[in-house]
Nanobody
Framework: QVQLVESGGGLVQAGGSLRLSCVASGRTFNTYNMGWFRQAPGKEREFVASISWSGGTTYYADSVKGRFTISRDNAKNTVYLQMNSLKPEDTAVYCC?????????????????WGQGTQVTVSS
């Protein structure tokens, strides 16, 4: 079992930046692949970015590619999402999730543990 706690959300103007953090409990963080997802009001949860347990593989949604960067620090049990050039359509609750397994696999259903999320609001 792993518990995930996100932080770093807030209100920012379009074009601004935020860095989200997700801290995991437990001593096996470096065995989990990690992902960031977001859900806007009235919309389904969608994939944002993911990173393998080693940090060697990353994937991004087309909508954030070139603007967002996912990274991790296994010594600190933390995964980050650096968000630059934010747009109003990036407004959502952002959640991190952990995936058990040696190979990073796509798909929401392949994530086993979820955080509560942090609100990101981008004003125009």
């Amino acid at each position: 079992q792993v518990q995930l706690v996100e932080s770093g959300g807030g209100l920012v103007q379009a074009g601004g930046s935020l860095r989200l953090s997700c801290v995991a409990s437990g001593r096996t963080f470096n065995t989990y692949n990690m992902g960031w997802f977001r859900q806007a009001p009235g919309k389904e949860r969608e994939f944002v970015a993911s990173i393998s347990w080693s940090g060697g593989t990353t994937y991004y949604a087309d909508s954030v590619k070139g603007r967002f960067t996912i990274s991790r620090d296994n010594a600190k049990n933390t995964v980050y999402l650096q968000m630059n050039s934010l747009k109003p359509e990036d407004t959502a609750v952002y959640c991190c999730a952990a995936q058990v397994g040696t190979k990073l696999v796509a798909g929401i259903l392949n994530y086993h543990y979820w955080g509560q999320g942090t609100q990101v609001t981008v004003s125009s």
